[in-house]
């Protein structure tokens, strides 16, 4: 009876592949780690630490001497004074930094429904239609990035002048005078600036959401009886939706804290933008607390968007599964 239970015991052999996989899975646990290691670092580096640079100013002290902050990097030692200070400027009788965040918000969705309306197709032609010449096209929708923001931004600046081309162009040859002041306090200008120098940021993520939709979907919806309209507002656009979320926060982020377009198409206080109470709290003795407190608002409003794009690419998650 002993070797007969000695012959039926199981045999110990399966139990090394079970410890050599489990050596394997704890690896690449290390590996992806590791290869995470370098972007952490960057976000630790150049976004965790630079915001607690400006909360310890935000909640620090100025020196009565020489009007510089004083950071205060003990959040037990923080002092709310200069935070308080801007909210109470927010609302009510005395709310003279309101107006500038309300422009901010409306020329921010202007100039992001004006670029979403000129880069989709853009995109959508360069990503399902354009074919051999799709190298091409991306060049030249690359190309801007080429030259400087400021450049582009003085180009229009000589095109909109009093006697620029713009004037001369809607005078038709001079038969009528427009009487149009496009860089003196006007918001069509601003908005048309933000326009024209963002929407590059729009199209390269639109075009490479719309590139990543697998054709034989496309495909499938004209064999069904959809003519090229219904296939995109029932295969294209819904699965689309996450590029142009995206895209859109890729472009309105820049947008609210920009202060150099306004500046240069405008330079009037009827058209000064968040960024613009930033750049020029920075630049008085004594406010680098308030500008630190405009970084914070900006920054929780950005969050709202991040929120919604997380939520619309779980739902697209969720639909592919």
Known sequence: ???????????????????????????GGWLWKGLALPGTVWLVGFMVAPLYVVLSILFGTIDPILRRPVPVWNPLQWDPTQFQ?????????????APALVRTAVYVAIASVGCLLIAYPVAYFAARIADRRRGLLLAALIAPFWISYMMRMLAWVNLLQNDGLVNKVISLGGLWNPNIDWLNGNPVTVVFGLIYGYVPYMILPL?????RIPA???DAGRDLGAN??????????????P???AAVILTSLPMLGDYFTSDLLS?????????????????TPGQTGQAAAFVLLVLVIALFPMWIYVRVNREGEGLRS
């Open 85 to 97: 200070f801007v909210l109470s400027r927010l609302v009510g009788s005395d709310a003279i930094f």
């Open 243 to 245: 590029a142009v979320i």
């Open 1 to 27: 009876m002993p070797e007969v239970a000695e012959a039926d015991a199981p045999p110990a052999e399966p139990a090394a592949p079970v410890v050599r996989r489990r050596r394997r899975g704890a690896h």
């Open 228 to 241: 090229r309209f219904q296939t995109w507002r029932r295969v294209t656009w819904p699965m689309s939706r």
């Open 267 to 283: 330079g009037n206080p009827k058209t000064s933008m968040v960024g613009n109470l930033i750049n020029s709290a920075v630049l």
């Open 216 to 218: 034989a979907l496309l």
């Open 207 to 211: 075009f490479a959401g719309l590139d």
